[in-house]
């Protein structure tokens, strides 16, 4: 089956995926994790949470890779035949077949992607929205909170001096620049107010 859950940034998506794929081993599954090439915050390797926890990820996902050839490259580095879970963080990444391929091998595999549903102009990213078409079982990560306390739906790109940015490139990872990712609430999203 193919699992898609979304939360806005700081809603714990990555935290919860790493608990999981740690219970999912401690009972001797085979688990694989997979992060696309795109995401570098910490490491072009390394599927790292705020709150500190990460892991190394066995396949990192080029835009133009199979899914399945990996797997199957990786079943043989590790001398088993087939994998059972696989973890996939910042899924929003993804490319539109990527997902379609997950979703055609989603019968015998159960598959746990984890990530953004819309970027920091409110539009879907491709792989999100492949996502929301294609999974059979659809769940927000909910918790985040904007800073006036309402539910934060909205991701939101904030410069340096916590000016709400709207425009840009779709895809500008908050290692690189002088920028960070927020969640608002609709309202402040909307008003371009970051902090009150």
Known sequence: MLHFYHGVM??????????????????????????????????????????????????????????????????????????????????????????????????????FCYGLKTDFMGQFFPGSAALLRLAEDIQEVSGSLCWCGKKATMNTRVDGKGRVLKQGAQVMIDNQEEIRYIGLCYQHWREGKSHG
């Open 10 to 111: 700081g809603s714990s998506k990555t935290a919860q995926l790493l608990m999981q794929r740690y219970n999912y081993q401690q009972l001797g599954l085979k688990v694989a994790l997979v992060k696309p090439a795109i995401d570098t915050r910490a490491g072009v390797n390394i599927v790292y949470s705020r709150v500190g926890l990460q892991a190394e990820a066995e396949i990192v996902l080029e835009a133009g890779y199979s899914i399945r050839e990996q797997l199957n490259w990786l079943a043989v580095q590790h001398a088993h035949s087939d994998f059972q879970y696989v973890f996939v963080d910042e899924a929003q990444f993804l490319t539109e077949e990527q997902v379609q391929e997950m979703a055609d091998m989603s019968d015998g595999l159960e598959i």
